[in-house]
């Protein structure tokens, strides 16, 4: 059975793209090689609102944002991260880790930071980097970013603003140098369309003077390295130079499409996943005007196990769905919609479910 | 034309190899990954020489350097490395600038490093860890680590011992448990006829205790996380599931094989390259009885350009090598031979860089 997988990644990945990820291995310092990278990096700039190349590294998600937080931080640095999920505890666990002072401002999951909490936060607190997340992928909720940057330079002007943008950059508009954000990161697995194994980030001149002052430890996640050798059409190390062809075709197929043809095809499947749902009588887990284009979050009757519910979609429907996580595990699915994602594979996915709902042996046994 | 990649990383890919990794996406958290890891890891056990289950990471064989040195070290530690070219000062460069202090014992470039001089270099200095290099990518040298081992442990029972096993293991003997050495570490593209994206890492029960004092920041690279996690069959964060697949193939190939099959391919080709290259009137770079079996460094006359040689080989004859790093860049070009490599490949190479020689409009304008 094909599945339909609807995870928020890794996500589906075109045929074209798989088979341009397959071709036979070059050489990452040569010519071929380095012909690709710069057609990768001048593709993504759109996409990351940035006037300046993005930077290439090999890793997953969560090694992006440990790139973003040794790159631009200090041990001691007084840093004011805003979790409302998984995702966002991540990016503080992280700066943690490496000896940042981090504050957490926590918002109730499900919600959108407010732009006068943060303010109030910042009152407080004189951090001089923030960390915010822009698509919530544990929740599904998307923050409006520009709105919290102005917040935060009202308050603290040169504060570092680290982004992840994971699971949004290149299914959502970004505009990191609109938007004044510092240092932005993402995945090659959710919006892009292509296996995970990439990451890629987004710097600014005001993170670049960051990354200057920096004195967390760092080498492989190094920007600088990645920045010179990027120039060159090349990386500091070995990249996962199969997933950069991927990534290159994928990108021929959003740049063909347009960035505003997918921005506006993930804004009118976002909907028709949300109506779909609660016409099936399910609830939303986030708040409806800051439900993501790209995730939702779906609660789970209290009659229901979630467990079977998601079982039974994979085995009798081939439909791949995630599971809720930390304390929102049994109680919601997450669908991811994101990347290579078309309307039938979301009517398909709503049937599915409509199939399964209907059956008598998810409840839970009382 | 199709190329004849000899570089030393990475590497060719078998069509079966590459197909297996473009496969439709998979979920990473769902049950047909759990397969996939679980055959992943235990292939890859002989080849380790580790009774315990090795850890998937993804990232580059740098990134599975600094995996070593973060997951058993702390600053301030006085640690011996061994540097005898390129990649062994990038281990100790990272451990350095992770806050480790650093003993650095230079070995000549080609040569190998001696078990009496590691002795000697312990005794003035109470290391609580040794790196080493068991094969030197950037000279073609292989050392034999566990003549070096028990040089060590002779001095230093109890020292942390690390082995960049990046072009080594998986085509040449390795033996985690049998040597006692504490964490090794290698890269999908090298030996493991797989594309580049995945870094994989052996620890001991030893490693394991270090693991539990070391104090080095880490998140993205963690052990732990990666032990408890691959023991579900999955990954900390998602992984390149498509290098994992790949992975799959390639060691199904591997272990069809046979362990020792494979590495006496490795040194029956290490042996046709170097006297190929000394047929041919060139000079080897390493040492003969040190020289590697996966990588050959070959010096270039001093009447010839390097760049237009390895031009030429590409341009010519689709061949293609690598230059030399660091000061040998100019004086050396490099040959990798491990992996998916067979008679005919080196033949070729052998063929073609005769043809190239003969060329007069290679010698340097005086």
Not at 84 to 113: H, K, P, Q, S
Not at 177 to 185: K, Q
Not at 235 to 244: N, S
Not at 296 to 324: C, F, M, N, W, Y
């Amino acid at each position: 059975m094909q599945q339909n997988l609807r995870v928020p990644g890794p996500t589906p990945v075109p045929d074209g793209v798989a088979q341009a990820g397959a071709q036979p291995m070059i050489n990452h310092r040569g010519p071929e090689f380095a012909t690709v990278m710069r057609e990768v990096i001048e593709n993504l700039k759109p996409f990351f609102g940035a006037a300046d190349d993005p930077l290439i590294l090999t890793g997953s998600g969560t090694g992006a944002q440990e790139a973003a937080v040794v790159n631009v931080l200090s041990p001691g640095d007084p840093v004011l991260a805003v979790v409302g999920g998984v995702f966002g505890a991540r990016f503080a666990e992280i700066a943690d880790a490496f000896g940042a002072d981090i504050r957490r401002l926590d918002v109730e999951w499900g919600t959108a930071a407010g732009p006068e909490a943060v303010a109030e936060a910042l009152r407080g607190f004189p951090a001089s980097a923030v960390i915010l997340t822009h698509n919530e992928t544990s929740t599904g909720v998307t923050n409006d970013i520009p709105t919290l940057t102005r917040s935060i330079r009202a308050h603290r002007p040169e504060a570092t603003i680290l982004v992840d943008g994971v699971s949004s950059i290149g299914a959502l508009p970004f505009d990191l140098d609109g938007w004044d954000v510092d240092v932005a990161v993402s995945g090659s697995q959710k919006a892009w369309m292509s296996p995970p194994g990439l990451a890629m980030a987004a710097v600014s001149s005001r993170g670049w003077d960051a990354y200057s002052r920096a004195r967390m430890p760092r080498y492989y996640w190094d920007f600088r390295k990645a920045s010179k050798n990027g120039a060159k059409g090349t990386t500091p190390f070995t990249p996962a130079v199969g997933v950069v062809r991927a990534m290159q075709e994928a990108l021929r197929l959003m740049t063909g499409e347009g960035t505003e043809a997918v921005f506006a095809r993930h804004a009118r499947i976002g909907e028709a996943v949300r109506d779909g749902i609660t016409a099936l009588g399910l609830e939303l887990f986030a708040r409806p005007e800051v439900a993501s284009n790209t995730v939702t979050a779906v609660r789970v009757p209290g009659s229901l196990d979630a467990a079977k519910l998601i079982k039974q979609l994979r085995e009798r429907h081939g439909v791949v769905v995630a599971s809720g996580q930390d304390w929102l595990k049994g109680s919601i699915f997450r669908i991811g919609h994101m990347g290579y994602v078309r309307d039938e594979d979301i009517d398909h996915l709503l049937q599915s479910l409509a199939a399964v709902l209907s059956d008598k042996s998810l409840e839970r046994a009382v």
